[in-house]
């Protein structure tokens, strides 16, 4: 069974740090990409970063770069998102998802967890 756990989530005041885990099983690890996506009340659900599992290659949305890093550690199967200078307005629920492609489309992405909420205050 394919699983991806999101944990890491909570309230941050702004300007804080924030580290999300994902937790991935029942797939070939290496063979996937793994991305972040982020969805806010009455909004689209956008993404936030991506990497490769299989040679590390990194992408980030404008709206992210320079304050969010994204890693893997393969041993482990888990794919970080490291948050820093966090602004209110990077409040949403945060998904990890499984592509065989890479980037952030969405359609591209095969499996999804269930998201954690982030929450920032002013």
């Known amino acids: 069974e394919v699983q991806l756990v999101e944990s890491g989530g909570g309230l941050v005041q702004a300007g804080g740090s924030l580290r999300l885990s994902c937790a991935a099983s029942?797939?070939?690890?290496?063979?996937?990409?793994i991305g972040w996506f982020r969805q806010a009340p009455g909004k689209e659900r956008e993404g936030v970063s991506c990497i490769s599992s299989s040679d590390g290659s990194t992408y980030y949305a404008d709206s992210v770069k320079g304050r969010f890093t994204i890693s893997s550690d393969n041993a482990k199967n888990t794919v970080y998102l490291q948050m820093n200078s966090l602004k209110p307005e990077d409040t949403a629920v945060y998904y990890c998802?499984?592509?065989?492609?890479?980037?952030?489309?969405?359609?591209?992405?095969?499996?999804w967890g269930q998201g954690t909420q982030v929450t920032v205050s002013s």
């Open positions: 998802a499984a592509t065989l492609f890479y980037g952030l489309d969405l359609g591209g992405y095969d499996y």
């Open positions: 029942g797939f070939t690890f290496d063979d996937y990409a």
